[in-house]
């Protein structure tokens, strides 16, 4: 089992950037595939981008890609996501989130796959 706990979120002004981290405890947090959801205000939770266990393989959502990296670091046992070029509509709840991995290059972009979840970190762009 592990557990996750974001931080990082805040206040910034579009064009701004923020670095989220996500740190997981458990000595297993090499073997999870992780990812990163957003929640707006009365919108489902959403894909953001994954990264698979071996830190090799990633995947964005098209409204990211170009913007945001994600990115892990196994031997501190926590997950990153840079994001630059921040704009109003990426205002949300941003959640981390775990599943064992099973090959090298699991990547999952379904929330429904995730077995994990942090607390959430608010991020809030202003315009």
């Known amino acids: 089992q592990v557990q996750l706990v974001e931080s990082g979120g805040g206040l910034v002004q579009a064009g701004d950037s923020l670095r989220l981290s996500c740190a997981a405890s458990?000595?297993?947090?090499?073997?999870?595939?992780m990812g990163w959801f957003r929640q707006a205000p009365g919108k489902e939770r959403e894909f953001v981008a994954a990264?698979?266990?071996?830190?090799?393989?990633?995947y964005y959502a098209d409204s990211v890609k170009g913007r945001f990296t994600i990115s892990r670091d196994n031997a501190k046992n926590t997950m990153y996501l840079q994001m630059n070029s921040l704009k109003v509509e990426d205002t949300a709840v941003y959640y981390c989130?775990?599943?064992?991995?099973?090959?090298?290059?699991?990547?999952?972009?379904?929330?429904?796959?995730?077995?994990?979840w942090g607390q959430g970190t608010q991020v809030t762009v202003s315009s």
């Open positions: 989130a775990a599943v064992p991995g099973r090959g090298s290059g699991d990547m999952f972009y379904s929330k429904y796959e995730y077995e994990y």
């Open positions: 458990g000595r297993t947090f090499s073997s999870y595939a």
């Open positions: 990264i698979s266990w071996s830190a090799v393989y990633t």
